[in-house]
């Protein structure tokens, strides 16, 4: 690590006490620590808040002149930590006193996934998994808490579709008649030692789901819609920057049209005359399927391997050793994510593939643009970059993350995968469109129904005027080709999660313009940028577009 000055000393308190409360911060500083999830009660978050309030203050408490100096090209690293740190406190405590985060429901980002994906962290190392077993019960406890806290002392309390939402997620993982989620964690040689724990880690998962239900749910809104100030809010936090909201929602529906247009004539260029016929013709196609099961792991790890020897030293600079896997997710779980190696090297990166209730085989065309999107170019690589860059401090390497930058690096990797040799035909280009058009559709999908702007006549996906979660599983259908069961759980997604859906094509379309910025200096090419701007390290849209502008003036 360079010499990072103030900044790099306040970043470093910051991350040592963090470790008390998150086992993540803890093996950034090279600690040892088998806890699986972070602390979830309502002291911790607290405590977490207050350690955010006073970084901040020490942070600001620092002149930009005690920066120490950079290098290379663009601004110091030290100046480069400050502004990604600083937003990063700046946005959290935002969440925090809004209730927002102190009040989280959300189908793929609650703290009961965290207790979820923790044990599936573990599920390679039986002491560890049955200990974390033994622990869910209480971790559930405090997560109640801590939502009970936030409905009584802050007045936050989520829509009642996220918490009956969650509450039948839950219901499902302890459940042996359904995807049962925690039994299958369990493998026969440990199967007797882990009975116990089990069966009351599936008691704590229904005891949680009726107070969703019961409880909680009964006191939610039956509106979903946030409003304008808690969007406002949400959408900065998860951006790292405030958008123009309107200007946005108009870009949403120019970028659908666009991408329409680009559809359509990849329909006729398959011999099609409408993009209905191009893809059930694609769909049909033998040839164009994969067994789900270790037949669609191989397939997944095989094009990302393949992306790695198609690019490194060509497009980027791929570090060794960065061999991302896959694993299968139960079916109809609701997504497809990626999942980072863990800040002590014992667990890869990997991708979490999901496919739809009782599908045997699916059509690939329109999964390669998934699997450069979580795993090569895309979030694999952009945190293997990230954890090799040794001048970086370990909170920017291992803990700082932000939406719009993360997902919009993934975003713009796969919009770019046909120009650098990644797609074979214009089936699997049709996928990558049509993926386009998914991300395009979210943000007007995710505004409109929070913000109640009115849908444009004639846009060519609902004849309706007025925004309703119905409408919106229309919208995603049509301009996504998705299942109906898949399209119904993002949209409880974007009720959830407001602003979160606008990272994908607003940081993707920052990531273009910074490198068409650059391009034209006639100082960089492709893998010089991607090289330099990567060795910045995650932060903030706002931070990022500042930072990287001074770079292709440098």
């Not at 100096?69 to 480069?80: K, L, R």
């Not at 009970?148 to 009642?160: F, L, P, S």
């Not at 119904?488 to 273009?512: I, N, T």
Request: net charge negative; hydrophobic share 40%.
């Amino acid at each position: 690590m360079s010499d990072l000055g103030q900044p790099g000393r306040v970043c470093t308190s910051y991350v040592s006490g963090l470790a008390h409360l998150d086992p993540g911060a803890a093996q950034a500083v090279g600690r040892n620590d088998d806890r699986l999830w972070a602390a979830l009660g309502p002291e911790a978050v607290r405590a977490e808040a207050d350690l955010a309030r006073t970084t901040l203050s020490e942070l600001e408490a620092g002149a930009v002149a005690d920066d120490a100096t950079g290098t290379g090209p663009g601004p110091a690293p030290a100046t480069v930590l400050r502004r990604a740190l600083s937003e990063r406190l700046r946005s959290d405590l935002a969440l925090h006193e809004s209730g927002f985060l102190p009040g989280l429901v959300a189908p793929l980002a609650s703290p009961a996934h965290a207790v979820m994906m923790g044990l599936e962290s573990a599920s390679g190392d039986p002491e560890r998994l049955l200990a974390g077993l033994g622990q869910v019960p209480s971790a559930l406890r405090d997560y109640a808490a801590r939502l009970e806290d936030a409905a009584t002392t802050q007045g936050y309390v989520v829509a009642a579709r996220q918490s009956r939402t969650l509450a039948a997620q839950v219901r499902r993982w302890a459940d042996p008649a359904a995807d049962d989620r925690l039994g299958r964690l369990v493998s026969p040689e440990i199967a007797p030692r882990a009975d116990a724990a089990l069966r009351e880690a599936r008691e704590a998962c229904v005891e949680l789901a009726t107070w969703l239900e019961d409880v909680h749910a009964a006191r939610g809104s039956e509106t979903d819609a946030v409003g304008a100030d808690l969007y406002r809010t949400t959408s900065t936090a998860f951006l790292g920057t405030e958008l123009d909201l309107e200007e946005t929602y108009a870009y949403g529906w120019d970028r659908l049209a666009e991408l329409t247009a680009r559809a359509g004539r990849l329909a006729a260029e398959l011999g099609c005359s409408t993009l209905d016929e191009a893809a059930a013709t694609l769909d049909a196609d033998p040839a164009g399927q994969v067994t789900v099961g270790p037949e669609l792991v191989e397939w997944v790890e095989g094009r990302m391997a393949r992306a790695t020897q198609l690019l490194d030293g060509r497009v980027f600079d791929i570090p060794a050793d960065s061999r991302c896997g896959a694993v299968l997710a139960a079916p109809g779980s609701g997504s497809i994510y990626y999942s980072p190696p863990d800040p002590q090297g014992t667990r890869p990166g990997r991708v979490v593939w999901s496919t739809p209730t009782g599908v045997d085989r699916i059509p690939v065309w329109r999964e390669v643009s998934t699997v450069h999107h979580e795993g090569l170019p895309g979030h694999h690589m952009q945190y293997v970059v990230t954890m090799a860059t040794q001048s970086l401090h370990p909170w920017q390497r291992y803990l700082c993350h932000v939406h719009g930058y993360a997902e919009g690096w993934a975003h713009y990797t796969e919009g770019r995968a046909a120009d650098w040799g990644l797609i074979d035909d214009p089936g699997e280009q049709l996928g990558v469109v049509l993926a386009q058009r998914w991300r395009a559709a979210r943000i007007v999908i995710d505004l409109g129904l929070h913000l109640g702007y009115q849908i444009p006549a004639g846009n060519g996906f609902t004849e309706a005027r007025a925004w309703t979660p119905e409408v919106g599983v229309e919208v995603l259908t049509q301009a996504a080709g998705c299942d109906t069961e898949t399209a119904q759980f993002e949209v409880v997604r974007y009720l959830g999660w407001p602003g979160q859906a606008l990272a994908f094509c607003m940081g993707a379309r920052l990531w273009e313009q910074a490198r068409e910025t650059a391009l034209a200096t006639g100082r960089f090419d492709e893998r010089s940028f991607h090289t330099q701007a990567l060795a910045l390290g995650p932060m903030g849209m706002g931070p990022l577009r500042e930072t990287l502008e001074e770079l292709a003036r440098a």
